[in-house]
């Protein structure tokens, strides 16, 4: 089992920066990515940002491509995602995802943490 918790989110203004961790437990030596998801109301959850665990590796959805930044630190098994530049559209509830080495797809996710962006 891995537990992911969340934190970080909170009110902004339309081109402030928020920085969002997800703090890791249990299992965490089978991790192989990472990511970051969003789900604004009335919309379908889309991915926003992913980090291969061991290589650093990083992909991210092209509307946050040169405004956000995932990163990691292993040895407090944190994962972390810079917001710069925020956008109203960025207004969702923000989820941590764990992809476990040998799972078809991500089985581990957090609570989530809401984002609002205000214009």
């Known amino acids: 089992q891995v537990q992911l918790v969340e934190s970080g989110g909170g009110l902004v203004q339309a081109g402030g920066s928020l920085r969002l961790s997800c703090a890791a437990s249990?299992?965490?030596?089978?991790?192989?990515?990472m990511a970051w998801f969003r789900q604004a109301p009335g919309k379908e959850r889309e991915s926003v940002a992913t980090?291969?665990?061991?290589?650093?590796?990083?992909y991210y959805t092209d509307s946050v491509k040169g405004r956000f930044t995932i990163s990691r630190d292993n040895a407090k098994n944190t994962v972390y995602l810079q917001m710069n530049s925020l956008k109203p559209e960025d207004t969702a509830v923000y989820y941590c995802?764990?992809?476990?080495?040998?799972?078809?797809?991500?089985?581990?996710w957090g609570r989530g943490t809401q984002v609002t962006v205000s214009s």
């Open positions: 980090i291969n665990w061991s290589t650093s590796s990083t």
């Open positions: 995802a764990a992809y476990r080495i040998g799972a078809y797809d991500y089985d581990y």
């Open positions: 249990g299992r965490t030596g089978n991790i192989y990515v």
